[in-house]
């Protein structure tokens, strides 16, 4: 979900409605103006949660109030973290117990060269993007990062909110990521919508992310109804 | 000393100028990328591409461009001040020289879809056009803005046989164009993505700078037979992206005696909010793939530029650029829209040449800076100015 959105302070509810349906963790997005990555979905929550307000100092001042225990990963373009300062923004994820972050926009390659000695300095691990077109030794490279958190792989090749129909042809070829990755947790997202794909995504890896569909539910209104469906309560 | 100067065309392995640069994409777009990145650097020692190439530049662009000495010019702020024509390009801009090196990779690489994403309209004019040469499908991206201001451009791509999408997120402009641009190249990973200025994630910098950099190679020639000498005192060109610049500036970096002059759109004035000053109102930041000046503000939202100009409307600048003005190497200028007005007016009126508003910014440079009688100033004279009638009467 994005910070901000819909309201300004909507996130911890969010994050208590999530914890009681039984949501293991929840991918907190950082509003960011030019999310490049994002659908129109994300991209209209994120506008949104700029106009409330939302911020970095602000999101960490409402994560370290929370209600919610659900376990947290920050999710966002670099340059509003880079903007916050590298430094700042890993002592503040550490001061809530964050301890996994998805940064879509920094890649493998900057990462190790210029960032991960800090990040690791302060036990904060970033979540690599890994797409069925990635090949098997920047998994490797990735797997090698993302040991202490998880890889994030990306179920079809388009921005976030597209269209997807987990065919048997792509359901194998995520297997075999998934294999390659070993112990590393795999969690699928990008275009998963109700419990079908959830149970597909489940049977292949260790988890499913939601994005668009649920933020979808969020601007109508009908967040409880969609969690019950998509998590198969009837 | 010789890498210094030599870091300002080529950037490290992994595409950074100094702290700037970088490919800073999410992964989806790294297969593209990385396959860009080697069909560009084989084009580099490939002399039937660099061929072809060069060809086309000159039976199809016009190229060389002359280099037109203006009395007049001269007269009024001392120093002999010579115009780079670029506005006599096929299409009236440089974004041509670029297209065209572009279009060429693409057919190598066997796409026959080419998106882009264009400000006032020369760039996706001059994609447009390569397209319709080489037969390939063309969509180009453009601020909802935009189109309102630069409709001849419009126009002109449509006619082209070109697909205009309008940008409708954001400030409407070149910057909300280019993220449109970029999500549909994710979505469609078959397309080529042929990028306007010497923005964007590694090789895009380099590889537009290297296009445009026959700007500086041709200077050098025509200065050496106009005046002795392969090298002026000073070089002026305007800043969006800044690939007139980068092309205009690339053969004189290593020459420390040439001062290189970058000028921006400030707008209404740079206390204004109303601006694109990129180099004086930014600070590092992350927009388009790579590490820049950027304008945000203070919790890194990249802020809406300002500038009548559409071409020059953009909130960051190549990393090559940021590079080099943090390094002191070139001198960053900026110019309101009321100068650039003027400048425009005053060159349409003293030499009968109409320039591009974008252009018109790095003539109106010439009132901004201290003139000596022994200089000689190169003025890029980007592009013409059919498509700004609308502003200039
Ligand atoms: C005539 C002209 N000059 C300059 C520019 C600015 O681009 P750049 O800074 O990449 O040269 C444009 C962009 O549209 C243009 O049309």
Not at chain 1, 99 to 105: A, E, K, M, Q, R
Not at chain 1, 197 to 221: C, P, T
Not at chain 2, 110 to 123: C, F, L, N, P, V
Not at chain 2, 248 to 277: M, Q
Request: hydrophobic letters at 35%.
């Amino acid at each position: 979900m994005t910070a901000g959105y819909p309201t300004i302070d909507s996130l911890d509810d969010q994050l208590c409605l999530l914890e009681s349906k039984g949501i293991d963790f929840v991918e907190v997005g950082i509003p960011f103006s030019d999310p490049l990555a994002d659908g129109p979905t994300i991209q209209e929550a994120s506008k949104i949660g700029i106009e409330n307000g939302m911020n970095l100092t602000l999101l960490f001042e409402q994560l370290k109030r929370r209600k919610s225990k659900i376990p947290i990963i920050l999710m966002g373009y670099f340059n509003p973290v880079l903007n916050f300062g590298i430094d700042a923004f890993l002592n503040a994820c550490g001061e809530i117990d964050i301890t996994s972050v998805i940064l879509p926009d920094l890649s493998i390659e900057i990462y190790n060269r210029n960032y991960r000695a800090r990040f690791e300095a302060k036990g904060i691990f970033p979540s690599f993007l890994v797409t069925t077109s990635t090949s098997q030794e920047r998994i490797k490279k990735a797997v090698d990062i993302c040991t202490n958190s998880f890889i994030y792989l990306v179920s079809s090749n388009s921005t976030t909110g597209g269209e997807n129909n987990f065919s048997a042809d792509q359901c194998d070829r995520l297997r075999e990521i998934t294999t390659l990755c070993g112990d590393t947790p795999v969690f699928i997202g990008f275009g998963i919508k109700n419990n079908d794909d959830v149970q597909k995504v489940h049977s292949i890896s260790d988890g499913a992310i939601i994005g668009s569909s649920y933020l979808k539910a969020i601007e109508n209104r009908e967040e409880r109804h969609y969690l019950d469906e998509l998590l198969g309560v009837k | 000393m010789l890498l210094k100067t030599e870091s300002y065309t080529k950037p490290d392995d992994l595409g950074f100028y100094g702290e700037f640069g970088g490919a800073f994409i999410p992964e989806l777009l790294r297969p593209n990328v990385e396959e860009l990145d080697q069909v560009f650097m084989k084009c580099l020692s490939d002399e039937q591409f660099q061929k072809e190439y060069i060809q086309i530049l000159k039976d199809y662009v016009g190229r060389p461009t002359p280099l037109y000495h203006s009395e007049k010019l001269s007269e009024k702020y001392g120093g002999t001040i010579y115009l780079k024509r670029e506005d006599l390009n096929h299409t009236g801009a440089h974004k041509i020289n670029n297209a065209i090196g572009q279009i060429l990779l693409a057919k190598k690489m066997g796409r026959t879809k080419i998106i882009a994403e264009t400000g006032a309209g020369q760039h996706g004019v001059a994609t447009a056009t390569t397209c319709a040469l080489m037969n390939m499908e063309c969509i180009v991206f453009m601020g909802e803005i935009d189109i309102a201001r630069q409709t001849p451009n419009v126009k002109r791509m449509q006619f082209l046989g070109a697909t205009v999408i309008p940008a409708t997120s954001g400030s409407k402009t070149l910057k909300d164009a280019t993220n449109e641009a970029i999500r549909f190249w994710i979505n469609n990973p078959d397309s080529y993505y042929l990028i306007g200025s010497v923005v964007g994630p590694h090789p895009y910098p380099e590889m537009v700078a290297y296009f445009q950099s026959v700007i500086s190679q041709e200077m050098r020639e025509q200065l050496q037979q106009k005046t002795g000498s392969q090298l002026p005192t000073k070089v002026i060109a305007c800043v969006g992206g800044g690939s007139n610049a980068a092309g205009a500036f690339y053969h004189y970096y290593r020459e420390p005696e040439v001062k290189l002059i970058a000028v921006e759109a400030s707008g209404l004035g740079l206390d204004s909010g109303k601006s694109a000053a990129t180099s004086i109102l930014g600070s590092p930041g992350v927009l388009h793939g790579s590490m820049t000046l950027l304008m945000q503000d203070e919790s890194g939202q990249v802020t809406e530029p300002y500038s009548i100009s559409a071409g020059l409307d953009y909130p960051g600048i190549g990393p090559l650029h940021a590079y080099s003005i943090n390094e002191g190497r070139t001198q960053s200028v900026s110019v309101t829209d009321q100068q650039a007005l003027a400048a425009a007016k005053a060159l349409t009126r003293s030499d009968g040449i109409i320039p591009a508003l974008e252009s018109a910014h790095a003539l109106a440079a010439l009132e901004k800076i201290t003139i000596e009688s022994n200089d000689v100033i190169v003025v890029n004279l980007s592009g013409r100015g059919d498509k700004d009638m609308e502003h200039y009467l």
